[in-house]
C-alpha cells in the first residue's frame, strides 16, 4: 500500500513522473471561474499472464479536504495537514496501524519524504528554478541513504512531463532507461486537489503530477536501445473534459495493459 501511493519506483508505476509543488500557492489548483472537481473512487484493473487484479480506491473528504483513502476496503491512508501541507500520512490495515511517511519541506518545497518500513525508506526531491529537477528513491541502511533509483526529469512550457531518464540500480547493476511523453490538451483527474499529493500519487493508468493526461510514451530500456517500445492510452472523457476510462495499451501487441475508471463527486 505504502508503495503504490508513494514511493514512485520502476516496480510501482512502472513510470513515473513528477511536478514542481511551487506550481501554485496553496495546496488546489484553483482556476477562477471553475468548479472544483475531486476524484471520488478509482477503480483500476491490471492485466498480466491471462489474469488481472483489480483494486478500488475510495476518497473521503471533509469541506473539500482529503481526509483519507481506503483501498479494496482493508487498506487505509489517513492525512495530517499542517495547513495546506501534508506533514505525514497513517497508514492502517484491517484497522491496524502498519505504518507512516512523514513529509519534510524547505519552505514550500517538499524536500523529502521519509517511509517507515523494513528497511525505511526514502525519496529526496531536488529543484531547479522553482520546478523539479531530480528525485532520489531508495532505503536506510545504518543511517545511510541507499540510492536505488534517480530520476532526471525534463518538462514543456505547459508543465507537462517530457522525458525521464532513470538510473535505477534494483538489480545490482546500474541500469539507464528513458522514457518520452506526449499529452493530450484536457483535464488531469487530479487538477484540483492538493498538489503535494499530486506529487506522490501514482496508479497504472495515471499520474497527478502533469497538467494534461498522456496518451502515448517512448520506452528505452535500456536507453542504448535503438528502437524504443511505445504504449497508448486510449481515454473517454466526460463532458468537463476529464478522463472517466483510461486504458493502457502496448501498441506492439495491441494487448490492455490495465483500464483506470475514474468517478468524480
Request: net charge negative; charged share 25%; hydrophobic share 30%.
Given at each position: 500500500?505504502?508503495?503504490?501511493?508513494?514511493i514512485?519506483?520502476l516496480?510501482?508505476?512502472?513510470?513515473?513522473?513528477?511536478i514542481?509543488?511551487?506550481n501554485?500557492?496553496?495546496?488546489?489548483?484553483?482556476?477562477s471561474?471553475?468548479?472544483?472537481?475531486l476524484?471520488k473512487k478509482?477503480?483500476?484493473?491490471?492485466?498480466?499472464?491471462?489474469e488481472?487484479d483489480?483494486?478500488i480506491m475510495d476518497f473521503v473528504y471533509?469541506n473539500?479536504?482529503?481526509?483519507?483513502?481506503?483501498?479494496?476496503?482493508?487498506y487505509?491512508t489517513?492525512?495530517?495537514?499542517?495547513?495546506?501541507?501534508?506533514?505525514?500520512?497513517?497508514?492502517?490495515?484491517?484497522?491496524v496501524?502498519?505504518?507512516s511517511?512523514?513529509?519534510?519541506?524547505?519552505?514550500?518545497?517538499l524536500?523529502?519524504?521519509?517511509s517507515e518500513?523494513?528497511?525505511?525508506?526514502k525519496?529526496e526531491y531536488?529543484?531547479?528554478?522553482g520546478?523539479?529537477?531530480?528525485?532520489?528513491i531508495g532505503y536506510?541502511?545504518?543511517n545511510?541513504?541507499?540510492i536505488q533509483?534517480e530520476?532526471?526529469?525534463?518538462?514543456?512550457?505547459?508543465?507537462?512531463i517530457?522525458?525521464i531518464?532513470?538510473k535505477?540500480?534494483?538489480t545490482?547493476s546500474?541500469i539507464?532507461?528513458?522514457?518520452?511523453?506526449f499529452?493530450?490538451?484536457?483535464?488531469?483527474?487530479m487538477k484540483f486537489?492538493?498538489k503535494?499529493?499530486?506529487?506522490?500519487f501514482i496508479s497504472?493508468?495515471f499520474?497527478?503530477?502533469?497538467?494534461n493526461?498522456?496518451?502515448s510514451r517512448?520506452?528505452?530500456?535500456?536507453?542504448?536501445?535503438e528502437v524504443?517500445k511505445?504504449?497508448?492510452?486510449?481515454?473517454?472523457?466526460?463532458?468537463?473534459?476529464?478522463?472517466?476510462?483510461?486504458?493502457?495499451?502496448?501498441?506492439e501487441?495491441?494487448n490492455v495493459i490495465?483500464k483506470t475508471?475514474i468517478?468524480?463527486q
Amino acid at each position: 500500500m505504502r508503495k503504490s501511493v508513494l514511493i514512485k519506483s520502476l516496480c510501482v508505476f512502472c513510470v513515473v513522473l513528477f511536478i514542481s509543488c511551487s506550481n501554485d500557492d496553496d495546496g488546489k489548483d484553483n482556476t477562477s471561474n471553475e468548479k472544483s472537481v475531486l476524484i471520488k473512487k478509482i477503480t483500476e484493473t491490471v492485466y498480466y499472464s491471462g489474469e488481472s487484479d483489480t483494486s478500488i480506491m475510495d476518497f473521503v473528504y471533509e469541506n473539500g479536504v482529503l481526509k483519507s483513502v481506503t483501498t479494496n476496503t482493508r487498506y487505509k491512508t489517513e492525512f495530517v495537514y499542517d495547513g495546506e501541507k501534508i506533514s505525514k500520512l497513517n497508514y492502517f490495515r484491517d484497522n491496524v496501524a502498519s505504518g507512516s511517511a512523514v513529509f519534510h519541506y524547505n519552505g514550500d518545497f517538499l524536500s523529502y519524504i521519509y517511509s517507515e518500513g523494513n528497511p525505511d525508506e526514502k525519496t529526496e526531491y531536488s529543484y531547479v528554478n522553482g520546478v523539479l529537477a531530480t528525485e532520489k528513491i531508495g532505503y536506510i541502511d545504518e543511517n545511510k541513504f541507499i540510492i536505488q533509483s534517480e530520476l532526471s526529469i525534463s518538462y514543456d512550457k505547459t508543465k507537462n512531463i517530457t522525458q525521464i531518464i532513470n538510473k535505477s540500480s534494483f538489480t545490482g547493476s546500474e541500469i539507464i532507461s528513458k522514457e518520452n511523453y506526449f499529452y493530450d490538451n484536457k483535464n488531469n483527474p487530479m487538477k484540483f486537489m492538493n498538489k503535494y499529493y499530486r506529487m506522490v500519487f501514482i496508479s497504472e493508468g495515471f499520474s497527478g503530477q502533469t497538467t494534461n493526461n498522456l496518451v502515448s510514451r517512448e520506452s528505452y530500456y535500456p536507453i542504448t536501445n535503438e528502437v524504443p517500445k511505445y504504449y497508448i492510452n486510449d481515454i473517454v472523457y466526460n463532458n468537463d473534459n476529464f478522463p472517466i476510462e483510461i486504458k493502457k495499451i502496448s501498441k506492439e501487441s495491441n494487448n490492455v495493459i490495465s483500464k483506470t475508471v475514474i468517478e468524480y463527486q
